[in-house]
């Protein structure tokens, strides 16, 4: 039987949706081990936050809220969180992957003295143990993983675990004193840097339209690629292609060294389909490409496919949507 502490994570005062997926793995260790899982929101003023994550039913939604926890400073959340892992007994911390989990959650596997296991893909109970899997060398090779010790501490993939639904009764919400003393002070806060962002993140959208190497100068990415996926209310995603000739920049990559997406539709536009693109992409519902190219390999794993020069095809098609 586990009890598992989930990592709610958040921005600008809302709650993440990728923190749903987190509760959904959470939920099958739970159907399949038995036990319960509490909900951690930590910030400052974050009360709005916890009040969204009572929705996913959990036993409690534990609150740190303190003006010490404002930022995501990974030593003081880490201490936080690894305090609560310990006063409640938690067998289990997950977390989603993102930036955010990857900086912080690590420390608390290493001050807890627990296994950790990230990028979780599966899960099976083998003799009363959690045996999980997760995607090596982009995906070529599938790795089966033991965590040894009483605790352990699992990254998942969002992308590899549907979101636990909304429920109608919330879950109670329980404040969790911080000691601010405590709390490691060897790093402070000096800013933040942060572009405005007018389309929702990839990780999260239910669609997300990505050029290639096909578009030549961030002026035609922007009118194409950004014009289709405004057009469809969805993300832009570019290959590392375009990162690299500086077309796009490194926050929109998607692949084995950018994001990993999983949306109901993606569309690959100008991108030829290297296995390294293909990682960050594969598990979308529906993959439709465009490429001028018959022979690119991003037709063989795409749904809907069409032979075209995109400086064509992507015009007459957002001119067809906004119609």
Excluded at 36 to 52: E, N, Q, R, W
Excluded at 189 to 202: L, M, Q, T, V, Y
Aim: hydrophobic share 50%.
């Amino acid at each position: 039987m586990q009890q598992i502490l989930v990592i709610a994570e958040h921005a600008h005062g809302t709650l993440k949706p990728s923190t749903g997926a987190a509760v959904g793995f959470a939920q099958k260790v739970c159907a399949e081990t038995g036990g319960s899982f509490d909900l951690l929101v930590l910030g400052s003023d974050a009360g709005a936050v916890a009040s969204a994550a009572a929705q996913y039913g959990a036993t409690e939604v534990l609150m740190a809220d303190s003006p010490a926890l404002a930022e995501p400073l990974a030593d003081r959340h880490a201490h936080v969180i690894a305090e609560v892992a310990r006063s409640h007994q938690s067998t289990l911390i997950v977390a989603t992957s993102s930036t955010f989990s990857k900086d912080i959650v690590p420390r608390v596997a290493a001050l807890l003295d627990a296994g950790m296991v990230s990028d979780v893909i599966g899960l099976q109970v083998e003799g009363g143990e959690l045996v999980f899997t997760r995607p090596m060398f982009a995906g070529n090779v599938i790795a089966t993983v033991k965590l040894a010790g009483a605790i352990k501490v699992v990254i998942v993939r969002g992308a590899a675990f549907a979101a636990a639904p909304a429920l109608e009764s919330p879950s109670p919400l329980v404040a969790v004193a911080v000691n601010v003393a405590a709390l490691p002070s060897l790093t402070q806060f000096i800013g933040r840097e942060e572009k405005a962002a007018s389309r929702p993140d990839p990780t999260e959208a239910r669609v997300v339209v990505s050029g290639g190497r096909a578009l030549k100068n961030a002026e035609d990415f922007e009118r194409l690629i950004g014009g289709l996926a405004d057009a469809l209310g969805g993300a832009v995603g570019s290959s590392r292609a375009l990162v690299d000739a500086g077309i796009t920049p490194n926050s929109l990559q998607i692949g084995q060294t950018g994001k990993v997406v999983a949306p109901e539709l993606y569309l690959a536009v100008g991108i030829s389909g290297a296995i390294q693109h293909l990682a960050g992409m594969k598990d979308a519902t529906v993959i439709a490409a465009i490429n001028k190219d018959g022979d690119a390999p991003i037709f063989e794993v795409a749904d809907y496919g069409l032979v075209a020069d995109v400086y064509e095809a992507v015009p007459e098609l957002i001119a067809k949507l906004k119609a």
